[in-house]
Every structure is written in structure tokens, then in C-alpha cells.
């Protein structure tokens, strides 16, 4: 094949409709429309996530509510997503046999976690629409690449240096003291990182995480934590969810809120710029989050670095964004779904104010399930259990959104819901 011939990573060749049973409408430089409900051969378009986990599943979710077929490859037999997706390709995520049976079966296929390898993205991108695509993800994978990325965006992030070898260890700056030391690649939900006062620290702390690359990241003065989450069609076409405000737990995400004024105003209008900025920057396709911090008002760091910095980007729908589910008339999958599928990206409206609780493990106390029917018989109240068999501490096992009429009564009701399921008030 030649090199006009190929396809280029992550689109279609100009006017073919891929195998699987996948019609294409119509194939432009930019892409390809996969329509609901269409068949070829006598099979439903279908299309592909690598993963099964909750994000996958909600994912196959709103895939089906809108007439696909879905194939999930996730290694997990019990995966929460194949559970409930039409085909499970039960392999690695490496696998020639599973990634050709993917291709096969799929019209798209997208990713449900930055970790799948970006190798097997560039294999399935070879001869099928992917998004996000392989070098997104790639760069979303290591945090010096994306540190980078952020610098050539012109998105303030705190002040950093890369650690990689004992060269690098000493050179780094008393300035940047106190800090934290986070791992290059596979750090998530508060893990690979380590807080370091001084050189001594530090020293021990890269020894910890056994002398890999690492990222560290001067420590600034917090206020508060938030994230924006932005859709991005094959076209350039974008829309996002409204600025969602953060509180972590341990590195984990404990309780999001979402509506009007939960972010100044001014603040929330410069993260959503930020993070398109990003998004057009990688000339990105599907969904992606971008967190930030909001630093103390007053301070020496607020003013030099214009009082928002980004933290990091997530190649995919976010924990953060689950409340759109029930509190907007596009959830953040019904956009994965139109950015892999090619279709129109309308921007998304918020109808209620909302509050999610994130579900943990921690609240199966010794197996027991939690009081769903006195957490249900609140106003507003929508469980979401992800269908995963056993509970373990610090585990994703659900999500709890509450919506309603105010801001104080949703607050009002999940102070409530927190207060039955025994997690700490906020």
C-alpha cells in the first residue's frame, strides 16, 4: 500500500466503509460519520472501548440508549463494562488476536483509561477511526510530556523540574522546596507521589519511587480544586460542561460540585479557555478533562501566576463530570459517543444544580451494602452502582448525584445522603 493510499492514524481512508458491520455516511479529510442504527452485512454499527471499567461502562451506556452496538477488550472476565456490552474481547490489551478482532468487529473505537498502551492505539488508528489518538494519550501517560505540553500552551502550571537522574536530583532548586515529587508515568488517585520539605526528603523520596523519572512540582498556596471538561469533534467543532468544583480525599475524589458561582466568575471563564486551548493544541478528538488548581486569593503566587494553575489533563470523561448524567441534557458519554461517532456536538446544558458523592469501597462496612433505601427516599437522589462484585478500601465502587430546585437544597439534602452513608461532611 502506498503512503497516499494508507489512512492516516486515526481516520479512515477517504470513501471506505470499515468491516464489522459499520456503514459509513459520509468520510471527510477530517473524519467519518458512523450513524445510529445503521447496519452493513446485515451487523449494527458498533463501536469499540479498550477497558472495562466504569468509565467503559457508562461509555457502552449511552452508546446503546442511542442504537449502537458496543465491543469492549478488557482482560477482566467480570470487567463492569463487558458485563453489559454486546461482544467482550476477554485479552490483553497488547493481544494481535484481540486488537484484530476489535478492528474487525468496530466502525470507532476510543479508550476508557489513559493507561491502555499507546502502541496498541497506533495498531487499531492504523485502520480505524481512534479518539483520543494514540499520541494524545501518549503524552497524557507522562507528565514531563505534559508539563511540556502545557508550557506550549501557554497554560500556567506550578513551577517544576524533572528528576531522572542523580545529576537532576542535585541540580534542583532550593526554590522549589517544599514540594511534590510525583512519578513521570502510571501515578493516579494520589499514588507515585510523595511530599518533600527539604533536600534530605527529597533524596529519600525519589529513592521510594525507586529512581524513576519524576516530576517535581513546587507546593503553592491551594483554595480549591476544579475541573473542566471539554468535547472535541474530528472537525475542530468544541463545547464543555460547566466548571465543576473538586474536593479530594486522600488523592482521591471525594465530592463534586457543580453550579452557578461554585467558581468565580472570571476564574471559570479562564480554565474553560485554558483547557480548549489544550484540547486545539493536540488537535485532540473526544472527551477530555483538565484540573486546577485555584490558589489564595492575596497571595504573592496567585498574583504572579494570574490565580488558576493547571494540574493535569485526562484523556477521557472524568469522575468529576458524572453528575452530568442527571443534571444535563448531554452527559459527558453522550459526547464521547458524538466525538467517536462523528456526529454534531451541541453544547450541553446544565437543568438542575448538582452535587455528586463518590462511592468507595470504604462504605461496604465488613460486605455490607450501605443504606440505599434511605439514601433513595431523599429528594433528588440518583444511585449509580458500576457492578462491581467485591468492595476494597479506596475502591470506585458507585457514584451518588443529588439534584433539585437551589443550591441550598441540594446541598441541603447531600449533607444528608453523606450523613446516612457515613462520609465526612464537606
Avoid at 479529510?29 to 458512523?34: E, P, R
Avoid at 458496543?70 to 456490552?85: C, E, K, N, Q, R
Avoid at 514531563?144 to 505540553?149: G, R
Avoid at 457543580?258 to 485532540?284: F, H, S
Wanted: proline share 5%.
Amino acid at each position: 500500500m502506498s503512503g497516499q493510499d494508507a489512512a492516516a492514524p486515526g481516520r479512515p481512508k477517504q470513501g471506505t466503509t470499515p468491516s464489522g458491520g459499520s456503514a459509513v455516511r459520509k468520510a471527510t479529510s477530517v473524519g467519518a460519520t458512523f450513524l445510529p442504527g445503521s447496519s452493513s452485512n446485515g451487523q449494527q454499527t458498533t463501536l469499540g472501548v479498550m477497558g472495562g471499567g466504569q468509565l467503559g461502562r457508562m461509555f457502552v451506556q449511552a452508546a446503546q440508549a442511542m442504537g449502537y452496538f458496543t465491543v469492549v477488550l478488557d482482560p477482566d472476565v467480570i470487567s463492569p463494562a463487558g458485563l453489559v456490552s454486546h461482544y467482550h474481547i476477554q485479552t490483553d490489551y497488547l493481544d494481535e488476536q484481540g486488537l484484530t478482532q476489535l478492528m474487525q468487529r468496530c466502525a470507532a473505537i476510543t479508550t476508557e483509561f489513559e493507561n491502555v498502551p499507546a502502541p496498541a492505539l497506533m495498531t487499531l488508528g492504523a485502520a480505524r477511526p481512534v479518539a483520543p489518538s494514540a499520541e494524545a494519550v501518549g503524552i497524557a501517560q507522562d507528565r514531563v510530556k505534559e508539563k511540556a505540553h502545557f508550557v506550549r500552551c501557554g497554560v500556567p502550571c506550578a513551577p517544576y523540574a524533572v528528576i531522572g537522574s542523580a545529576a537532576q536530583l542535585a541540580a534542583v532548586s532550593d526554590d522549589l522546596l517544599p514540594s511534590i515529587v510525583k512519578t513521570a508515568r502510571m501515578g493516579y488517585d494520589g499514588k507515585g507521589q510523595v511530599r518533600v520539605t527539604n533536600r534530605t526528603e527529597l533524596a529519600a523520596a525519589w529513592a521510594e519511587l525507586k529512581g524513576v523519572t519524576c516530576v517535581l512540582e513546587k507546593m503553592l498556596p491551594l483554595q480549591a480544586e476544579c475541573s473542566v471538561i471539554v468535547a472535541r469533534g474530528w472537525d475542530g467543532s468544541m463545547v464543555n460542561l460547566p466548571v465543576q468544583l473538586n474536593l479530594h480525599r486522600e488523592g482521591i475524589l471525594a465530592v463534586t460540585s457543580a453550579y452557578e458561582g461554585n467558581v468565580p466568575a472570571a476564574l471559570a471563564e479562564r480554565a474553560v479557555a485554558a483547557t480548549k486551548a489544550i484540547a486545539d493544541e493536540l488537535q485532540y478528538v473526544g472527551v477530555l478533562c483538565v484540573e486546577f488548581f485555584v490558589l489564595q486569593e492575596g497571595t504573592a503566587e496567585a498574583t504572579a501566576l494570574g490565580g488558576l494553575i493547571v494540574n493535569e489533563m485526562a484523556p477521557r470523561p472524568h469522575n468529576s463530570g458524572h453528575y452530568s448524567l442527571d443534571a444535563c441534557d448531554l452527559s459527558q458519554f453522550d459526547l464521547q459517543v458524538r466525538t467517536l461517532a462523528g456526529l454534531p456536538l451541541v453544547q450541553p446544558r446544565q437543568h438542575s444544580p448538582a452535587i455528586m458523592l463518590n462511592l468507595l469501597g470504604d462504605l461496604w462496612v465488613e460486605g455490607a451494602s450501605p443504606a440505599w433505601d434511605q439514601v433513595l427516599a431523599l429528594p433528588g437522589a440518583h444511585l449509580h452502582l458500576y457492578g462491581k462484585l467485591t468492595a476494597s478500601k479506596g475502591r470506585k465502587m458507585g457514584h451518588l448525584t443529588l439534584t433539585g430546585a437551589s443550591v441550598a437544597e441540594v446541598r441541603a439534602t447531600a449533607l444528608a445522603a453523606a450523613a446516612i452513608l457515613g462520609i465526612e461532611a464537606f
